[in-house]
RNA sequence: GGCCCCAUCGUCUAGUGGUUAGGACAUCGGCCUCUCACGCCGGUAACAGGGGUUCGAAUCCCCUUGGGGUCACCA
């Protein structure tokens, strides 16, 4: 195999990584986790990230799934130096604008013998592999095109530019690279086949435009899902046979779903879509975390905040198994970064979370702001945060009651301990959290009563539901007047049901 | 099937010839306690199998098995 320039003798660069989706209508979680190692890269070297859109398949490609990457990487805060919206120096970024350009590099690779056009018609490479398949099986055809040693070819009739692959020179020659994940890689170069470069219409197969944009873009490592491993050596041929310098190659392997299969839309359980999760109220630095340590350790830590991966992210550390999406450890992870964003910060995202409940609430609301606290050790997600905010913010003869909450704690026998507190709450002075405690605990002991007796049904009296904060914080956090009508009207309730 | 990749607790992983195989999530106990969380303490739990190499293998080599990827004028 024809030696390159190795990468090592290469003058020192700057590191140029890109991110290539494709629009297919929403963002795959699995790429997102293979743009966030490039992105953390890129920033961790003082180097450029580059956002490449691949929408060279016309058929399933949209403007507004574009949209949605833009959209979803935005929300991650993986933000580009180069890519739509913001330019560059080597757009266009978008490949259905860079056609001419895969015109001329296909004709180069024609005028310099490294590829051929092929006049070739489904019918015949059809034909070929049923001669194929009747002798030596159902696999492994590789067409060889008739056309592959003429340029006699009449240029207006439709016809795809194939590239030609060299012969081995010796036999079982391999074409291979050091991959920073997987180390050494081979493929045979016997196995290779004349694959196209440019279809009949114009436009560029994926391997071909790939190796246009990467080389043209300046980009220095290339990194994708180990599902391109077999593209590698396609792409590699084409940077020797013009003799180019290779790039670096990283490949990461596969985030499967949590049964073990490949992560798709119709994965059960697990969330494809990147902005779902921003729906569901997930943090980006939560989704991140996690998705960092899906693949990547660094000893024994779990918890990195967007800096501590940008300074910790290393290629030796990228594990080569694939990997299970494990919703739990997701949710703890994003639990973590929840609850340890101050509250004004909680305060502001949590506003539109609220708003979908119905619940307009200003977002540096001094009543917001105290009730976040407590209530944040207990939520998950954003929308957790709201859900478990909403009593504090209803209006008291809205307020839902959690159905077997009211059944077991609105009866009859708590009526008179409702009635008891409402007024505990509504004369004690001051109005804090240990005063309450202590009149009513008196109280308590006085009348041989148990605090789970008293607080279960104040509880669901106050809130509508089984679990709250404490009791005397709630208390003072729904307010005097706001707590004792709630009171009240749950020591009515729980009569009423006789 | 060909080719390629991979293989440590259920899951994510640490480990690079000598460790009681460590951590995290989950799970199970316990503490805290007015509920639910948070937090804290503790337990169960892994080197796929077989051959080598070596004084010594989770670590190196081979085979088997298992899993994954890919075989387009999709990306």
Known sequence: MTRRPLLARRPAMTVRVRFAPSPTGYLHIGGVRT????????????GQFVLRIEDTDVERNTDDAVQ?????????????????EVGGPHGPYFQSQRLDLYRA????????????????????????REAYEKEHGSKGFRFRSP???????????????????????????????????????????????????????????????????????????????????????????????????????????????????????????????????RDAGYLPDGLLNYLARLGWSHGDEEIFTREELIAKFDWANVGKTASRWDKKKLAHVQGTHLRRLDDADLGERVVPFLRQRGLEVAPNDPRLLAAIAPVKLRATTLADLAADLDYFFRDDDAL???EKGKRKFLKPEFAGNL??????????????????????????EEAGLAMKHVAQPARVALTGRTRSPGLFETIVLLGRERAVARLRRGAALAQAVA
């Open 68 to 84: 949605v990457i833009l959209d979803a990487m935005r929300w991650l805060g993986l933000d580009w130096d180069e890519g739509p």
């Open 105 to 128: 590099w296909a004709d180069k690779l024609v005028e310099a013998g490294h590829a051929y056009r092929c006049f070739a018609t489904k019918e015949e490479i059809q034909a070929q």
């Open 35 to 46: 743009a966030l190692y490039a992105w953390l890269w890129a920033r961790q070297r003082g």
């Open 419 to 444: 009635e008891r507190l409402a007024a505990i709450v509504e004369s004690a002075e001051p109005f804090d959290e240990a005063t309450l405690e202590a009149a009513t605990t008196g109280w308590m």
């Open 147 to 277: 056309w592959r040693d003429r340029t006699d070819g009449d240029r207006t009739q439709p016809h795809v530019v194939r590239f030609k692959t060299p012969e081995p020179r010796e036999p079982g020659e391999k074409i291979g690279w050091d991959d920073l994940v997987y180390g050494r890689v081979e493929y045979p170069l016997d196995q290779q086949q004349d694959f196209v470069l440019l279809r009949h219409n114009g436009l560029p197969l994926y391997n071909f435009g790939c190796f246009v944009d990467d080389h043209t873009m300046g980009i220095t490592l290339v990194t994708r899902g180990d599902d391109h491993l077999v593209n590698t050596p396609m792409q590699l041929m084409l940077y020797d046979a013009l003799g180019l310098p290779r790039p670096q190659l990283a490949h990461l392997p596969m985030v499967l779903d949590d049964r073990g299969k490949k992560l798709s839309k119709r994965s059960k359980d697990v969330g494809v879509a990147v902005l779902d999760y």
């Open 400 to 402: 839902e009651y959690d």
